[in-house]
């Protein structure tokens, strides 16, 4: 080969190389990690049951989960604000909106400089565990002790780790605010020693109080869950700063859940933000297409920006 030749594939290889780095590495990143060491998953049972993805309407959904993880989306470090959020897709307690209201959330965070972790945590629908109505609380608690005990490693603020859920993770977000202390599980590891409590909260349409018919959870929901921890009598000043999300004619899951859980968290003296828009029904994510739902993520990222 000739030193000419040499020359312009190295220049390739390196202008090659340049791009590879900046879309798959300088800009952000995702990181799959098992929450659990493995065959040492609490209340987990031997079964036939396996993990589902099911693809359709161009959504990416898991049931049955078995081996939950979090899945960590890095921002560029040059642009990053060292606060990082945990992402809780709905699901109704029977599947997870993986992409939807999981990493399409990390992705726009990470344009924001903020750290999005998707955790994919077990469900109570599932077979493969005993005590289920406790599962999600126990993934959501240990999933927060991991990115708080990996903060050095993805480079951001112990102190400035939240959480966002939608529907039902709006339900599993606000039940790890209130019950982050509350002992769930036998401690395993080192990982286990740091708090599980969020420095601060999104709740994105959830379903909270149990108090009346008229706030019930969607049909076919996991009732036992939904009433076990009795969420707005459980706030305490203590509880996380909040940011609650919610569409009037939310058919799914009432308004008035929101309402019932700002006026909890009024009551106990923690500061609160609530957003609720006439439209939008349930389900809407991000909002991209609702010309009037949109700005509703702005509006989170500015609340964000004044967390102490």
């Given at each position: 080969?000739?030193?000419?030749?040499?020359?312009?594939?190295?220049?390739?290889?390196?202008?090659?190389?340049?791009?590879?780095?900046?879309?798959?590495?300088?800009?952000?990143?995702?990181?799959?990690?098992?929450?659990?060491?493995?065959?040492?998953?609490?209340?987990?049972?031997?079964?036939?049951?396996?993990?589902?993805?099911?693809?359709?309407?161009?959504l990416l959904r898991i049931a049955k989960v078995q081996e939950p993880t979090i899945e960590v989306y890095l921002p560029a470090e040059s642009n990053a604000t060292g606060q990082a959020v945990l992402i809780f897709p709905g699901g109704g307690y029977?599947?997870?909106?993986?992409?939807?209201?999981?990493?399409?959330?990390?992705?726009?965070?990470?344009?924001?400089?903020?750290?999005?972790?998707?955790?994919?945590?077990?469900?109570?629908?599932?077979?493969?565990?005993?005590?289920?109505?406790?599962?999600?609380?126990?993934?959501?608690?240990?999933?927060?002790?991991?990115?708080?005990?990996?903060?050095?490693?993805?480079?951001?603020?112990?102190?400035?780790?939240?959480?966002?859920?939608?529907?039902?993770?709006?339900?599993?977000?606000?039940?790890?605010?209130?019950?982050?202390?509350?002992?769930?599980?036998?401690?395993?590891?080192?990982?286990?020693?740091?708090?599980?409590?969020?420095?601060?909260?999104?709740?994105?349409?959830?379903?909270?109080?149990?108090?009346?018919?008229?706030?019930?959870?969607?049909?076919?929901?996991?009732?036992?869950?939904?009433?076990?921890?009795?969420?707005?009598?459980?706030?305490?000043?203590?509880?996380?700063?909040?940011?609650?999300?919610?569409?009037?004619?939310?058919?799914?899951?009432?308004?008035?859940?929101?309402?019932?859980?700002?006026?909890?968290?009024?009551?106990?003296?923690?500061?609160?933000?609530?957003?609720?828009?006439?439209?939008?029904?349930?389900?809407?994510?991000?909002?991209?297409?609702?010309?009037?739902?949109?700005?509703?993520?702005?509006?989170?990222?500015?609340?964000?920006?004044?967390?102490?």
């Amino acid at each position: 080969m000739t030193n000419q030749k040499l020359s312009i594939n190295i220049r390739c290889s390196l202008v090659i190389f340049f791009f590879t780095v900046v879309s798959g590495g300088a800009f952000s990143q995702d990181t799959i990690i098992p929450l659990w060491p493995e065959n040492k998953i609490p209340k987990r049972i031997i079964s036939e049951e396996k993990e589902e993805l099911r693809q359709g309407d161009d959504l990416l959904r898991i049931a049955k989960v078995q081996e939950p993880t979090i899945e960590v989306y890095l921002p560029a470090e040059s642009n990053a604000t060292g606060q990082a959020v945990l992402i809780f897709p709905g699901g109704g307690y029977h599947i997870l909106a993986y992409d939807w209201e999981g990493t399409d959330i990390a992705k726009f965070l990470n344009g924001k400089g903020i750290a999005g972790i998707v955790v994919k945590y077990r469900l109570p629908s599932s077979v493969s565990q005993t005590d289920q109505h406790l599962v999600p609380l126990i993934d959501a608690q240990r999933a927060l002790r991991m990115v708080r005990s990996k903060a050095s490693e993805f480079n951001i603020n112990p102190e400035r780790i939240g959480a966002i859920g939608f529907s039902a993770g709006g339900h599993l977000v606000a039940t790890l605010g209130t019950h982050y202390d509350t002992k769930v599980y036998d401690h395993l590891d080192e990982i286990d020693s740091q708090s599980a409590r969020p420095n601060f909260m999104a709740l994105a349409y959830p379903y909270i109080s149990q108090r009346s018919k008229e706030y019930a959870p969607p049909e076919g929901g996991v009732p036992l869950i939904y009433t076990y921890f009795k969420l707005e009598e459980s706030v305490t000043p203590e509880t996380p700063p909040a940011f609650l999300l919610h569409a009037t004619n939310d058919p799914g899951v009432p308004v008035e859940n929101s309402l019932v859980m700002y006026q909890a968290l009024k009551n106990k003296g923690v500061s609160a933000t609530m957003h609720i828009y006439p439209t939008g029904g349930h389900g809407f994510s991000l909002a991209r297409n609702n010309k009037h739902l949109r700005g509703w993520t702005e509006r989170w990222f500015e609340w964000m920006e004044t967390l102490e």
